[in-house]
């Protein structure tokens, strides 16, 4: 199995290696990660509160890419991402290989995806 990108530490599993999360380190920007020749099963959403949701991929049933804003739509679940680059953010949802999408505060334009702020509403979770 490859990933590519750099994982938070407090998601920490077998199958990822984590980054130090340390400000200044190369990867400490990144809002994202993906596996390779893995089938995943679920990929989270982090907010910059903390706040994590994990996300199965059988309950998304649509995308919708709209310039800097990315919806995924389902009967139970609604996100709205925006940020830069979301087109591959959109291809990796397809293809099933996104392990982890997190907000970040400034966009300082190195990190290949940036994401200025997920919304998420749904009836079954408590306000988000």
Not at 16 to 27: A, L, S, Y
Not at 79 to 84: E, S
Request: hydrophobic share 40%.
């Amino acid at each position: 199995m490859n990933l590519r990108g750099a994982f938070p530490g407090d998601l920490r599993s077998s199958r990822i290696v984590d980054d130090t999360r340390i400000e200044g380190d190369e990867h400490y920007n990144q809002c994202h990660a993906i596996a390779e020749d893995v089938a995943l099963r679920r990929f989270m959403l982090i907010k910059r509160t903390g706040l994590t949701l994990s996300v199965p991929y059988s309950l998304l049933p649509l995308y919708q890419l709209d310039a800097n804003k990315l919806a995924i739509v389902s009967h139970e679940l609604k996100v709205l991402i925006t940020g830069r680059n979301l087109k591959a953010l959109l291809e990796y949802l397809s293809d099933e290989c996104l392990v982890w999408v997190r907000e970040r505060d400034h966009d300082d334009g190195e990190a290949f995806i940036y994401i200025s702020e997920i919304n998420i509403e749904s009836e079954n979770l408590n306000s988000l």
